[in-house]
């Protein structure tokens, strides 16, 4: 048998085919970034352009009973064309683009593209109290993923042009580059480097300006101009962002209960929607600006325009609470931006109404700037992204002299939220299936790496009818110490190794009689070929090894050492936190 079929190089040559794309470089991915960045932006128009018009097609419908049945259809007809017609799995699709990168090498399916946008403009478009950002996320990343495999980019450069599409989305739908810029950076990416960095910046400033073009450069909300505060609103903000904290951390696991209950009332991935979209439509039947995405209710709250007495507004804000919860949980497809701005808001203009009769009026800013902190803080408490929290905030408002508050909130809300949920609304499923891999963690990195790409070059195969004889001469060959014992047809059917049999190889005349089949291992525990490191170095600590064999199905491959698995981690932490 020919030494060459057991010879195996590709430790070495994934370190050089690394070392290569990064003398490559990034040039290529420029163009199509913009591209991505026009596809996606163009998703996001239409995406907002057919929701808001739907919504006006049906609100003559929403003002009488009718308001019971229409989330529950809308909710219907969007899980049915996600789950059943375009077979993607429910929700808002976020945790998908993550596992996407991390996981799946920055491939997605090209019906991607299209499933959570059609399902979300029917949800909802009919009423349904969600926002569309999740879902066009889920787009616009099934953009990037679709043009990085037409133009054959490698896998680091599909994971940008993955968050390229991401935040092409995030910036067509809201008019706010920045926002999506933070977001792929802190959901999708978690990492920022200069060569990532640059693409992504590049396609959500190309959607931004497609959007600015088709709708004017004004921002989705009008906020008040007298934005400046006093000490004593920022140390309010710090008590404002420990409330928006709670308020995130109910919102997460309101969502997390009513998935939860959809799966024990074994309702399926269509039922559970419409069913939940009938406890939708009775919140709208008792207060309509409950009801989907919730933006004039915003636009009411940081101009002041939210009226009546306080228990009436902590009933809208409860029901609002309830119906988000209800839509986002029972897996209909909508994204949690839109629900977490409306909470936000009334969040902060039930602060403001609380802390009021206690402050003097002169040293008290606004109502509008503390439904603005709100906001940012709700944010940056439910995604556990504070930065997309403070910049969606000024973007979407031009409330930039907001700022100092937005900050106090945003990072307060935070650390309260981290207390209670370690992981965001997004997160929290991906850890829970072991696919949260971020970069230049080990997880990542030994989950980027197939015990195939580590086998020993020097492996020697000796058969069950040799002689330790013919094993002292074939071990001049190598100088490994284990040696696969394989069968007529390459099968695996025992180990040796050298130490065991060593008295005997010493005595020529044992030597020659004594066959490798009655002394070998016969009980041999072996790696699978797609074993992933981490489930490599388990195995065999289990073991209590150092060497162990590699087959795949019933077919020997090679020999792996816990040495050269220790080898190949170092490598691929060097490639990748190089760039970083």
């Given at each position: 048998m020919a030494e060459s079929r057991w010879s195996h190089a590709a430790p070495l040559r994934r370190v050089l085919e690394l070392l290569e794309a990064r003398e490559e470089g990034w040039t290529r991915i420029f163009p199509t970034a913009v591209l991505v960045g026009l596809l996606a932006g163009a998703l996001a128009l239409g995406l907002h352009a057919g929701t808001h018009g739907l919504q006006e097609l049906l609100a003559p419908w929403l003002e009488g009973p009718a308001v019971l049945a229409l989330p529950a259809l809308g909710a219907l007809a969007g899980s049915w064309v996600v789950v059943r017609l375009l077979k993607e799995?429910?929700?808002?699709?976020?945790?998908?683009?993550?596992?996407?990168?991390?996981r799946e090498g920055g491939r997605m399916h090209p019906r991607s593209i299209v499933s959570r946008w059609l399902g979300s403009l029917l949800h909802v478009g009919a009423g349904g109290s969600?926002?569309?950002?999740?879902?066009?996320?889920?787009?616009?990343?099934?953009?990037?993923?679709?043009?990085?495999?037409?133009?054959?980019?490698?896998?680091?450069?599909?994971?940008?042009?993955?968050?390229?599409?991401?935040?092409?989305?995030?910036?067509?739908?809201?008019?706010?580059?920045?926002?999506?810029?933070?977001?792929?950076?802190?959901?999708?990416?978690?990492?920022?480097?200069?060569?990532?960095?640059?693409?992504?910046?590049?396609?959500?400033?190309?959607?931004?300006?497609?959007?600015?073009?088709?709708?004017?450069?004004?921002?989705?909300?009008?906020?008040?101009?007298?934005?400046?505060?006093?000490?004593?609103?920022?140390?309010?903000?710090?008590?404002?962002?420990?409330?928006?904290?709670l308020v995130g951390v109910a919102l997460t696991r309101g969502v997390r209960a009513g998935h939860t209950l959809g799966e024990r009332l074994y309702l399926g991935r269509v039922g559970t929607p419409a069913v939940f979209g009938l406890g939708v439509g009775l919140v709208g039947l008792l207060e309509l600006r409950a009801l989907g995405d919730g933006y004039p209710l915003i636009q009411d709250a940081i101009g002041d325009g939210v009226s009546g007495p306080a228990l009436a507004l902590l009933g809208l804000f409860t029901l609002k609470l309830a119906a988000s919860s209800l839509s986002?949980?029972?897996?209909?497809?909508?994204?949690?931006?839109?629900?977490?701005?409306?909470?936000?808001?009334?969040?902060?203009?039930?602060?403001?109404?609380?802390?009021?009769?206690?402050?003097?009026?002169?040293?008290?800013?606004?109502?509008?700037?503390?439904?603005?902190?709100?906001?940012?803080?709700?944010?940056?408490?439910?995604?556990?992204?504070?930065?997309?929290?403070?910049?969606?905030?000024?973007?979407?408002?031009?409330?930039?002299?907001?700022?100092?508050a937005l900050m106090a909130t945003s990072v307060t809300a935070l650390l309260v939220a981290r207390r209670f949920e370690p992981h965001s609304i997004y997160m929290r499923v991906l850890q829970e299936a072991g696919d949260l891999l971020r970069p230049g963690t080990d997880q990542r990195i030994l989950a980027d790496i197939r015990v195939r790409e580590c086998l020993d070059g020097e492996v020697v195969p000796i058969r069950e009818g040799m002689t330790l004889a013919d094993l002292v001469r074939a071990a001049r060959r190598t100088t490994r110490n284990h040696f696969p014992v394989l069968d007529a047809d390459e099968g695996l059917v025992g180990m040796l190794e050298l130490s065991s049999v060593r008295e005997l190889m010493l005595d020529p005349e044992l030597a020659r009689v004594t066959l490798v089949g009655t002394v070998m291992e016969d009980t041999v525990a072996a790696l699978p070929a797609d074993a992933?490191?981490?489930?490599?170095?388990?195995r065999f600590d289990e073991l209590g090894a150092w060497v162990l064999p590699v087959t795949e199905g019933s077919r020997f491959l090679g020999l792996v050492s816990k040495s050269t698995l220790f080898g190949i981690y170092r490598n691929e932490l060097r490639m990748q936190t190089s760039d970083a």
């Open positions: 799995p429910p929700g808002h699709g976020v945790p998908e683009v993550v596992r996407a990168v991390c969600a926002g569309l950002e999740g879902p066009i996320v889920h787009s616009g990343a099934a953009v990037g993923a679709f043009v990085g495999e037409r133009f054959h980019l490698d896998e680091r450069r599909r994971g940008v042009l993955v968050a390229c599409g991401v935040a092409a989305g995030i910036a067509g739908i809201f008019n706010a580059p920045l926002t999506g810029l933070a977001f792929s950076m802190e959901i999708v990416l978690a990492e920022v480097s200069a060569l990532s960095l640059a693409p992504v910046a590049l396609a959500a400033a190309v959607a931004a300006g497609l959007a600015r073009a088709a709708q004017g450069d004004s921002p989705a909300f009008e906020a008040p101009m007298e934005l400046s505060l006093g000490t004593a609103d920022l140390v309010l903000c710090l008590v404002l962002g420990v409330a928006c904290g986002l949980g029972s897996g209909a497809p909508g994204g949690v931006f839109a629900p977490s701005l409306v909470l936000g808001a009334l969040t902060g203009v039930l602060f403001h109404r609380a802390v009021a009769p206690w402050v003097p009026v002169a040293e008290l800013a606004p109502v509008g700037s503390f439904a603005l902190a709100g906001m940012g803080g709700l944010i940056a408490a439910t995604l556990q992204a504070p930065l997309t929290g403070i910049l969606l905030v000024m973007e979407v408002t031009g409330g930039y002299g907001a700022s100092l992933d490191l981490a489930s490599a170095l388990a």
